[in-house]
């Protein structure tokens, strides 16, 4: 399966972006598809990832309530749109297979993710 993530850019602080993952080879449903992203200089940042024991989905703490997780079957593509966005969600973004919750803490979400593909880069800044 090959992944590919787009729709990134420069944003204004307090603004919104749709990222889209579109998958070939496979389709996203038989996928765990996660999200994580990499800032220059930084450690990976895992965003999204599902439980092995229920499928429930964990969200980072830093995106909580400003992400929305949509899906287009027919397309094939999920969506990840973020909003109220901050200069620290600068960032590349990546949408990755089989995103699986490895330490939910209160201030770390750990995942591990087994394939992704180039990413998008998201900048933050006025």
């Known amino acids: 399966v090959q992944l590919q993530a787009s729709g990134g850019g420069l944003v204004q602080p307090g603004g919104s972006l749709r990222l889209s993952c579109a998958a070939s080879?496979?389709?996203?449903?038989?996928?765990?598809i996660g999200w994580f992203r990499q800032a220059p200089g930084k450690e990976r940042e895992g965003l999204v990832c599902f439980s092995t024991a229920d499928g429930a989905t964990y969200v980072a703490n830093s995106l909580l309530g400003r992400l929305t997780l949509t899906r287009d079957t027919a397309k094939n593509i999920m969506y990840f749109a973020l909003d109220s966005l901050k200069p620290e969600d600068t960032a590349r973004y990546y949408c990755?297979?089989?995103?699986?919750?490895?330490?939910?803490?209160?201030?770390?979400?750990?995942?591990?993710?087994?394939?992704w593909g180039q990413g998008t880069q998201v900048t933050v800044s006025s």
């Open positions: 990755a297979t089989e995103a699986l919750l490895s330490v939910n803490g209160p201030d770390t979400l750990r995942c591990t993710y087994e394939s």
């Open positions: 080879g496979s389709t996203l449903r038989d996928l765990r």
